[in-house]
């Protein structure tokens, strides 16, 4: 695995659903954001915006494999914590 930074990331949405064992959840790309020059902020292009307006940004998986299972448990706390601040 390579430790070095991703020149853009993947902007992303989740929908979960139900199946017969339990919930699933379908990852689509959406958009990739760009740092600035200067390293402060992003550039963010979308093809698509989710109805529930929640993005999630995360950099490009670097093996052949579709596991979001890391990804899944990042943006649940990340989503907690944001409810919580409400």
Known sequence: MS???????NVLIVE?????????RNWTKVGV?????DGIGFNIEL?????DG???VLPPQTDSTDDRT???ARAS???TAKDRSR
């Open 70 to 72: 890391a990804e899944t």
């Open 3 to 9: 430790t070095s930074k991703p020149t853009y990331l």
């Open 47 to 51: 093809k698509a915006f989710p109805r």
């Open 54 to 56: 929640k993005l999630i």
């Open 33 to 37: 954001a760009f740092p600035h020059a």
């Open 16 to 24: 979960e659903f139900e199946t017969g064992t339990g919930k699933g």
């Open 77 to 79: 706390k990340s989503s």
